[in-house]
């Protein structure tokens, strides 16, 4: 496997990843699991709720950071980097 | 003119003169100027362009409208609106920014070797942006109308001449420069409000904290369940609890989505950065400054549900002096009914207003209402209405004398427009509110209008039509196709073509069955060939047009539908807003499955999907 190839599936791992827990923050805990995790709140929220209104939009950005941050690693790695 | 009418008219004739400045001194020079800014915008400050672009009419007046009538069901908006940008930013910006030309058709045409392609996607785009661009347009109409007391029609016109000036000049390089202003405007006009009414009901001055506080009214309850409790005795369910199908709700929320990766108008904001890592950052960036008004946008809602409720229903419920008295309405429910957004009926008859759920009994009233105006079916009218009231006969609001809900007329736009009012704050902020809203409506008609006009300049005419114009020729026709494009929008915008509500599910449909998935699929499988692609295409375009066709009507002619829109006739109950990600699942299916039956597409093709793969040598904007 060449250099470019390592680096595609390098990133295609880290993307995979970060759309784990993208789906998991929202279909999961927003959506499919919303009732059972209405049972526990945080603070004044029912926390299924606090997910679908609050929680995910909070980890879509962090997530965001995440990848641009572990792409900028990847790309310097495989010494694949803009000029 | 009274004191809230100065201030308003200094502070929104404030925000042009900045807009009007700006432009000035940002003229697009060539078509590198006009398409893509050059491609040398900070990311940060792309960013924030790309907020005050996607944040339009609808985010910034009636989505918290939709929460605070919605409850939990509504988060399929919050959700779908901003997760989308996870998918803009991971899967399709950072490569096509390395691609670096100018439009989403162009990468389409060059991706599948093939026009054809690229003209599907060019009907996509224009049928997507006109349809959202209509809905701008009526915003910036209804601003003026309701705070500056201009007529709708003249407020239309001032806006299409500003948005003129200033789009057809500056283009992409303009428009940027504006939204940056735009934005901040829209965020102090939204979050202001929300502090203030936060403070007041909780104490707490961090709205997204205040939704989760305990009411300073000294109960000690926390405000959701205290909003909980009220609207379940009011006869409502639960503002948190799901009402809708977990089924419904997950399509909507992929579906918006996907949808929001792939309107052409964002897409495009991430070609303007000048590096592949830009793309990236700055898609993180543009979700920062959502964020910020969508983790928002819930409290402002639950709390305005919350104050409309306290404004109604004064005591205890069914007490005798627990109702507001009409004649003692404050300021700003009379303001607000001369603009036909509040309306009520004293259906019993006791000098007071009841806001409470009848179980459809004041729909079925009005329906029957309609049905004798317009020569219905008043029969079946008549019995519905019977029906219900035999129900109602059976609840607990008739031992209070109740004879249906009086709260005849509640408009979703109202818990934005009137919040300022209901919380009596200062005139600045009501006026500040005004502000905030033309500016969220101007700076997304301003990227749509710059994606139909660089579709029209340069996927049309420079690619198919005349090959041979010169770059400033082509400068010209995107200024024209520009004008073009706004009177067309304003047209619509003065003779609303009914279905103007509903083109919101249409935009979302088409780009999550057609655009997103063809860009996708370019980019991740190299052996997608362009049989497989346009096939795809058409395949999720038509699927999604008929199924929301089906249910809506023909071009949105409710008398053709082919069967009521209802959830109990809905296909396995998803809503024809949910259906864009059935209509991408589609695309997909017969995309591979086409493609696996044809030729693999030519070699350099699969040497261009494996350069846009890696961000090394992505230089400045490309022409051809």
Known sequence: MNNAQKYWQANIRLVIGCLIVWFFVSFGCGILFVKQLNAISLGGYPLGFWFAQQGSIYTFVALIFIYAWRMNQLDRKFNVEEA | MTDLMITTYLVVGGTFALYFYIALKTRAKNTGEFYVA?????????????????????????????????????SAYLMGWTGGYCLLAML???????????????????????????????????????????????????AFSRFMEIPFETGLLIGMGIVFVYAVLGGMKGVTYTQIAQYVVLIFAYTVPAVFISLQLTGNPIPQLGLGSTMSSGEGM??????????????????????????????????????????????????????????????????????????????????????????????????????????????????????????????????KIQYYS????????????????????????????????????????????????????????IMVLANPEIAKLPNWVIALVAAGGIAAALSTAAGLLLAISSAISHDLLKSMITKNIDDKTELLAGRIAMAGAIIVAGYLGLNPPGFAAQV?????????????????????????????????????????????????????????????DTAASWWLGISPGSFGAVGALINFAVAFAVSSITKAPPEHIQHLVEDIRVPMGAGAAQSH
């Not at chain 2, 904001?269 to 910020?292: E, M, Q």
């Not at chain 2, 009218?381 to 005849?408: I, L």
């Not at chain 2, 375009?541 to 008398?559: D, H």
């Open chain 2, 38 to 74: 050059g491609k040398g915008v900070h990311p940060v400050l792309n960013g924030m362009a790309t907020g005050a672009d996607w944040m339009s009419a609808a985010s910034f007046i009636s989505m918290a409208g939709m929460l605070a009538m919605g409850g939990y069901d509504a």
């Open chain 2, 92 to 142: 399709l910006a950072p490569y096509l920014r390395k691609y670096g030309k100018f439009t989403v058709p162009e990468f389409i045409g060059d991706r599948f070797y093939s026009q054809t392609a690229r003209l599907v996607a060019v009907i996509c785009l224009i049928i997507a942006s006109l349809t959202y661009v209509i809905g701008q347009m009526k915003g910036i109409g209804v």
């Open chain 2, 222 to 351: 926390y405000l959701l369940e205290k909003l909980d409790k009220i609207v379940v005795d009011l006869g409502f369910s639960a503002y948190t609890a799901q009402k809708g199908s977990t089924l419904n709700i997950f399509l909507l929320t992929m579906s918006l989505m996907i949808g929001t990766a792939g309107l052409p108008h964002v897409i495009t904001r991430f070609f303007t950065v000048p590096k592949v890592k830009d793309a990236r950052s700055s898609a993180g960036w543009a979700l920062v400054f959502i964020a910020i008004l969508y983790t928002t946008a819930p409290s402002v809602g639950a709390m305005a549900r919350l104050n409309l409720i306290n404004t109604v229903q004064t005591g205890e419920i069914g007490s005798a002096e627990g109702n507001l008295a009409i004649e003692e309405r404050p300021q700003w429910m009379l303001n607000w009914e001369k603009t036909g957004l509040l309306g009520f009926e004293d259906k019993n008859g006791d000098g």
């Open chain 2, 358 to 413: 009848d179980n459809g009994l004041s729909e079925a009233q009005a329906n029957l209402a309609a049905a004798q105006k317009a020569g219905g079916d008043v029969t079946a009218a008549q019995a519905k209405v019977d029906a219900a009231e035999t129900k109602h006969a059976e609840s607990k609001f008739a031992g209070f004398g109740w004879k249906g809900n009086e709260m005849t007329k509640v408009d979703n736009d």
């Open chain 2, 504 to 564: 919101v599910a249409l935009a979302f449909g088409l780009a999550a069955s057609s655009i997103f998935p063809a860009l996708m699929m370019g980019i991740f499988v190299k052996r997608m060939n362009s049989a497989g692609a346009i096939c795809g295409m058409l395949a999720g375009l038509v699927s999604t047009i008929t199924y929301i066709f089906w249910f809506k009507g023909f071009m949105f002619i409710a008398t053709t539908a082919m069967a009521p």
